[in-house]
């Protein structure tokens, strides 16, 4: 948006539409041969001619998949005419214009590199265009968040040592680093757009900084020092900054994310209360319920230092019989590019208000721990995440913590897959839920998406080259070692992840007689949208946990009790 005129995608038919002030919506771009084969996103205004600089990716009529779909990116006019200015990268992303108009960067990279893998930052301006960062076969960087500032300098995110630090470009003066701490101010770009910086009118910057597990949110001066902001979020997904404003989207172990706004006077200090702007829910959960984490440090799979969330259980209506230790919950976060958060999430405190304890694991691969971490897990995806996995349990129990006779592991998509792994090849789970797992990592490969079609190639090994090595990583090949009861929930509509996987697993389960529950929701499709089927997918794993473990469910809530086939009488 710019001058008071909205540039938006209607995902019904994918078209590029304007709304100048008082006017009604016109749509800028022709209808796509097929519905929504042409498609937009991330496009950035030029202060000087009014054109948006977008991502356009086209779909070609018959095209055979992730391999033909082609990504470039366009400047359109107001009446739609468009000027191809970057053609031949596998992605492109973030194209941004410089404040007077003369200069657009953006962000580019190829098969088989993720963004945070090898990105190249590029510029194009009078005389051609210039490779700002990235690009260096030998020294690979994760780049993100390219923005100008209003003195014409471009800063961008790089992880070249380690952490994803702030730099800054001028033509004159090259490539010089900004900001520099144990943390990452960048993220994982599983989407376009999302920043974590932004320029106030004095020429600071005000950064979030994930560290340790958590957010913290850092103004830079323009002398360079940097002083820490006292604003109660712990987890920012977005922020950006006018005049002196600052407006972000955050969240804490006590709330749920909100829009947030502040205000900075001329020393860099708060003026007044931070502002809700976005309806905040009441989740009618006083503080003595709450469960919040704690970072913990411990040896992983292959003995480094690996991370978690560790929460205890909580409720102060019920307190444990003498000298009993409460049963874990095994979370595992999806991506796995990806990371746990210390956001209030009502799903972790079903678990904990109900007597479990629950570690959020940040495995190997996981993001907000430096460059180095997070490629722990390349060619090492069913291995040493779950390694990971079964290493927290043990390390909770060495510490007298939680009952390891009594741990169970639940996940989705991503998770599913090292849910379903660690199942099959290691014995310390008593059971497991798994949400929409992959099950078989070679069709993952062959059938997803243009973005994430060679993400394997990293994880696991370049496909088809390194097929035996797919089919030895696929849950569904170890079928036969899956010796732990199991539930298995799954979407009907799951493109990515068919229902004909999650009833392969659980058809072996069935053959070999043990303790199997399946639900299938109709018309939900790669994660669950419909309230209902949340809350009934909650409730189903607890009923199966109460009947695997042996406990007793809340009478009060009147739980269903979920039907287990091949459960004997005496379970538990």
Known sequence: MRAGTLWYAEWSDQRLRRV???????????????????????????PRSGRVAVVRETHPPGSRGAV??????????????????????????????????????WLEWDHPSMPWDDTRLRVRDSSGVIRVAGGDADAPEGICQPSWASDGSLWFCSDRDDWWSLYRWTPDGGVERMFHAPGDVGAPHWVFGPRRYAFLADGSVVLAVSHRGRDSLVLLDTDGSTRTLAVDVTSVDDLAAAGSTVVLIGSSPQREPAVLRFELDERGELVGPVQALSAVRDVDLGPEWISEPEHIEFPGGDGRPTYAHFYPPRNPESRP???????????IHGGPTGNA?????????????????????????STGYGRAY?????????????????????????????????????????????VLMALATSDVFAAGADYFGVADAE????????????????LIAPYPEGRETYVERSPLTHLDSLTSPLVVLQGSE????????????????????????????????????????????LEAELSFYAQVLGFALPADERIPVLEIENLRPDAG
């Open 20 to 46: 100048d002030p008082g006017a009604s919506p016109v749509s800028i771009t022709p209808p796509a041969p097929e519905g929504g084969s042409v498609r937009w996103a991330d496009g950035d205004v030029d």
């Open 68 to 105: 033909d779909v082609v990504n470039e990116i366009v400047v359109l006019d107001s009446t739609g005419v468009a000027d191809v200015v970057v053609s031949g990268p596998d992605f492109v992303s973030d194209p941004r214009w410089s404040p007077d108009g003369s200069a657009l960067a």
């Open 321 to 331: 019989l003498d000298g009993e230790l409460p049963p874990l919950i095994v979370m």
């Open 341 to 365: 958060t210390s956001t209030l999430s009502l799903a972790r405190q079903f678990w904990t208000t109900r007597g479990f304890a629950v570690v959020d694991v940040d495995y190997s691969g």
């Open 374 to 418: 997070r490629d722990r897990l390349q060619g090492q995806w069913g291995v040493l995440d779950v390694g990971d996995c079964v290493a927290v349990v043990r390390w909770l129990g060495e510490q007298d913590r939680v009952d390891p006779a009594r741990a169970v592991i639940r996940g989705g998509s991503a998770g599913g897959f090292t």
């Open 443 to 458: 069709a993952l490969a062959q059938e997803t998406h243009k973005f994430e079609s060679r993400y394997l190639d990293g």
């Open 494 to 537: 799951d493109a990515v992840v068919p229902p004909a996987q999650s009833e392969a697993i659980v058809e072996a389960l069935r053959r070999k007689g043990l303790p199997v529950a399946y639900r299938l929701y109709d018309g939900e499709q790669h994660g669950f949208r419909q309230a209902e089927n949340i809350k009934d997918s």
